[in-house]
């Protein structure tokens, strides 16, 4: 549970807080009827947490990145304020339209999130059974059991407001576990056939009439992800780069990749260079730097990414600025962001044209101080 809190801290917070609340106050309330085999248990699982987590913090605060951390914690309040301004009510109210009306209104075009309202609705059902069952002492070691794990799937429920089939497929589809018992304890067999029927019904729907999600306001990055398979045979690995071995893209990508690499050999060979910074959206290239690095975050998004650098690293621009004045930085940039610089007293950029399939041809731009490409 700490592993999987610290891949994604920024929502996992609330996700950690909230199970530990719910389970803090089910012991109180149901602290004589539990076994304590249970309690023992829950305690060893809070041990662990805890020791894994203070490992975790001893090495950010050896490292001196306790204070970037902190401030990683606050993007989500900080992207609500600048983009939605969502109080807390309305976020229940968005999401519970989601949970009860969204899927059932646009079943057509998008079944897949009845599945999802199923699995999250058969959460909420077999909570409230697992709480009366206790409360009249029915079964109790299997009923505690099952309600430790559906209020974690219930803790769920934050991350799975993100929306998007990623973000729902690896959480809120562990109500599969919850529907699931719930069908076992249907008693008439006509019953367990028209639901199976139902959910079979739908998953086949939606492999076979949506399965992109093409149009989906809310499918997240599955149609992107979808496209990169498109072609896939034509794709190729290269072995040249470290970092990218297992990746598979086509040769256009690659000659990018290798332009961007010789470049810096060659201006390595008649400058010393210190720095180098990515001013484009893509996080590869930043990988690709064989410089020091001044940003923290490895990309730069032009317009809502001033959110994150004016909490994050206030200060990149003006510090990019200094070490051209200096000439002592590499620059990878696109979409204009080398307009935010004065670039002056550096060479005219390398123009080397991005692999993408918009009608208006695009390109990321290197720049360097002059007399370092010969």
Not at 133 to 154: D, H, P
Request: net charge positive; proline share 2%; charged share 20%.
């Amino acid at each position: 549970m700490a592993l999987a809190y610290l891949c994604l801290t920024t929502i996992f917070n609330f996700i950690i807080v909230f199970y530990f609340i719910l389970i803090i106050l089910f012991l109180i309330l149901f602290r004589k009827k539990l076994d304590k085999e249970i309690i023992f248990r829950l305690k060893n699982i809070f041990i662990g947490f805890t020791f894994v987590l203070s490992l975790y913090f001893l090495y950010i605060y050896n490292q001196n990145l306790f204070d970037i951390w902190f401030v990683y914690q606050k993007l989500p309040f900080i992207f609500n304020n600048a983009l939605e301004n969502y109080s807390a009510f309305d976020f229940i109210i968005k999401y519970a339209n989601f949970v009860f009306l969204y899927p059932y209104k646009n079943f057509i075009l998008e079944p897949q999130w009845s599945l999802y309202s199923m699995f999250i609705i058969s959460n909420f059902i077999l909570i409230g059974l697992n709480i009366k069952n206790l409360y009249k002492k029915n079964e109790i070691k299997i009923n505690s059991e099952l309600l430790f794990i559906n209020i974690y799937i219930f803790s769920l429920n934050f991350y799975g407001q993100v929306l998007g089939l990623e973000k729902l497929a690896t959480t809120m589809s562990l109500g599969a576990i919850s529907l699931s018992i719930l069908i076992i304890k249907i008693k008439s067999k006509d019953t367990k056939i028209i639901i199976n029927f139902v959910i079979l019904f739908i998953s086949f729907y939606s492999l076979l009439f949506t399965f992109d999600l093409k149009d989906s306001k809310i499918s997240g990055m599955r149609y992107v992800h979808l496209k990169e398979l498109i072609n896939k045979d034509q794709k190729i690995k290269n072995d040249n780069f470290k970092y990218f071995s297992v990746q598979k893209w086509n040769k256009k990508k690659w000659d990018l990749l290798n332009n961007i690499t010789k470049t810096q050999s060659k201006i390595n060979r008649n400058c010393n260079i210190e720095f180098g910074a990515n001013l484009t959206v893509d996080n590869f290239f930043h990988s690709l730097i064989k410089y020091k690095k001044l940003q923290v975050i490895p990309f730069f998004f032009k317009h809502t990414g001033s959110i994150l650098r004016d909490y994050i690293e206030p200060k990149l621009i003006t510090n990019i600025q200094n070490e051209i004045n200096k000439n002592n930085i590499f620059i990878i940039t696109s979409e204009g962001n080398d307009k935010l610089l004065n670039l002056e007293n550096y060479d005219h950029p390398l123009l080397f044209e991005l692999d993408n399939k918009k009608i208006i041809k695009e390109y990321i731009k290197i720049y360097f101080p002059k007399n370092c490409y010969r």
